[in-house]
């Protein structure tokens, strides 16, 4: 048997990457916005059904670009919750704007309705849902307390480009959606990101804020003769090199979650009974809801059953990292932040996740191994 050590992500290669990225190289077109910038463009409108779609350099820059959309200003306040990456506090922080964190839904992971509910003020202007593991928030408070208050919904949806709720595709359902094209996530460029839009008025100011502050998009439509300095804005464009390997990516799209369910599929039907032995909790997927195989998590009974845990695979060769500090304690969110009632279940989620190795070519063998290296162990 193999002994490789097992990593926990490996970056998919799409064939058509090098071909693909020897056509720009060989152009006189490197710069952003070109032709796979466009092919890529169609391929995510066709997987999300967004209307609008546009490519940035990160997940982190998508989220600013919405911050700057949303026109968060000193004095406002955005729902978040605690337990999530650290860059959608960031870029409503960028904004003079205070971040609220609040506490998850232990089952999924994700921000809790009900929480959210108690920390809406007449200054909430938005509510950050970030879609953990794939797995979407309850949207169906969320979108009632919206329409209630008047607020966005912001979909970080770096973990869920494919996912659903209740048939409705995830980054789609919200004012805003981000997804995430790092090279940990099912899809990427390296890096890369994108920002998903509804509204025709905020794809029209997205356009420009994304380059640059400048009408150059409807420019190169032929819509206007010249262009020039519209609006505030930053250059969130990634070049052609990256979406020349994005475009190749999403057109495996299918091959990359077919791959990806095959070893969450595997892990859901092996480790139930082990789980049940030793008091460890398995990822839950709610009903109605689709998701990505983004990630594979079990909660163990402790952190020191989690941290032994981590060491024992550790030993065997497997990575299983945790991640995600609590933001409402962490010191950025300590000073900029504002945390109303203390995130109990963030913590614990924090110091009892455990994530398994996932990625689309893991061979039988590797799952195999990390199955016998799970089912081995003790809590
Ligand atoms: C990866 C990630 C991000 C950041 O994505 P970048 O493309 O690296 O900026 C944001 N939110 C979540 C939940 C992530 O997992």
């Known amino acids: ?43 995510l409108k066709q997987i999300t059904h967004a209307p609008h779609a546009l490519l940035t350099t990160s997940c ?52 809790d309705p009900a929480a ?37 919904i912001v979909e970080d949806n770096a973990h869920g480009l494919g996912g659903s709720w209740q048939g409705r595709p995830l ?13 940990t996530k099912n899809v990427h460029a390296g890096e890369g990101g994108a920002l998903l839009l509804s509204d025709d008025i905020l794809m029209m100011r997205a356009e420009i804020m994304r380059e640059k502050g400048t009408d150059r998009a409807r420019f190169l439509r032929g819509e206007v003769d010249k262009y020039g300095w519209q609006d ?14 994005l475009d190749a990516q999403l057109a495996s799209f299918d091959v990359i979650q077919a791959g990806r369910h095959r070893v969450w599929d595997s892990y859901a039907r092996a480790l ?18 689709e998701h990505t195989a983004h990630l594979f998590y079990l909660r163990m ?10 060491g024992h695979m550790r030993q065997r060769g497997i990575a299983t990292p945790f991640h995600y500090v609590p933001l409402g304690t962490s010191p ?29 070519a893991m061979t039988d063998d590797h799952i195999a191994r990390v199955l016998d290296g799970v089912t081995a162990f003790v809590a």
């Not at 406002?76 to 337990?83: A, Y």
């Not at 980054?171 to 090279?183: E, K």
């Not at 505030?232 to 390997?245: C, D, H, K, M, R």
């Not at 009974?301 to 981590?310: M, N």
């Open 1 to 43: 048997m193999n002994t490789d050590a097992i990593p926990f992500n490996k970056p998919f290669r799409a064939p058509g990457e090098l071909d693909n990225l020897g056509e720009v190289l060989a152009s006189s077109h490197v710069h952003g916005d070109g032709r796979f910038t466009n092919a890529a463009t169609a391929k």
């Open 60 to 111: 982190t820059h998508a989220l600013e670009l919405g911050g700057l959309l949303l026109e968060l200003q000193p004095g406002d306040e955005v729902i978040l919750p605690s337990f999530t990456f650290p860059s959608p506090a960031s870029s409503v922080a960028l904004r003079g704007a205070t971040c609220v964190f609040v506490d998850i839904d232990d089952s999924t992971g994700n921000i």
């Open 116 to 152: 959210v509910a108690e920390a809406i003020t007449e200054k909430t202007k938005a509510v950050v849902v970030m879609h953990y593991g794939g797995v979407a928030a309850d949207m169906g408070p969320l979108l009632d307390l919206a329409a209630e208050h008047c607020f966005a």
């Open 171 to 183: 980054g789609t359902i919200g004012t805003i959606g981000a997804l995430s094209f790092h090279d």
């Open 232 to 245: 505030i804005g930053s250059s969130y464009l990634p070049s052609e090199l990256n979406a020349a390997v």
């Open 272 to 289: 139930p009974a082990w789980a049940q032995r030793n008091g460890v909790r398995q990822m839950n997927v709610p009903a109605d809801r």
């Open 301 to 310: 009974p402790t952190e020191e059953t989690r941290d032994s845990f981590i």
């Open 332 to 360: 950025a969110g300590s000073k900029m932040g504002r945390t109303p009632k203390p995130c109990v279940r963030s913590a614990e989620f924090s110091e009892t996740v455990v994530r398994l190795p996932i990625w689309p």
